[in-house]
């Protein structure tokens, strides 16, 4: 069974920057597309950033493009969400995603195939 867990979750201020990590054991993360989502409270999981199998690949949902970036390293077999600028909505459950087979930088929950089980971040003003 495939793991994955996001670390690098906390409080921090509007306008503050974090950066998210998502690690495994497993030797598959060029094998892989790595997503992040977020849950903010009260609304659906939201997907927010992809990158591809290669990590040359990135896209990333308008609300966060320009404020967040994606990449993977992996030899550390680590993928990371850097978080510049957060803001109150950005508040929420943050969840990395991996998806194996087409080398699709989708946007869709069902898509995935394995799951960390999330990071909180709370952005205060």
């Known amino acids: 069974q495939v793991q994955l867990a996001e670390s690098g979750g906390g409080l921090v201020q509007a306008g503050d920057s974090l950066t998210l990590s998502c690690a495994t054991s497993?030797?598959?993360?060029?094998?892989?597309?790595v997503g992040w989502f977020r849950r903010a409270p009260g609304k659906e999981r939201e997907w927010l950033a992809a990158?591809?199998?290669?990590?040359?690949?990135?896209m990333y949902d308008e609300s966060v493009k320009g404020r967040f970036a994606i990449s993977k390293d992996i030899a550390k077999k680590t993928t990371y969400l850097q978080m510049n600028n957060l803001q109150r909505d950005d508040t929420g459950l943050y969840y990395c995603?991996?998806?194996?087979?087409?080398?699709?930088?989708?946007?869709?929950?069902?898509?995935?195939?394995?799951w960390g089980r999330g990071t909180q971040v709370t952005v205060s003003s």
């Open positions: 990158v591809s199998q290669s990590g040359t690949s990135r």
């Open positions: 995603a991996a998806r194996s087979g087409l080398d699709y930088l989708g946007r869709e929950v069902t898509g995935y195939n394995y």
């Open positions: 497993e030797d598959f993360f060029n094998k892989v597309v």
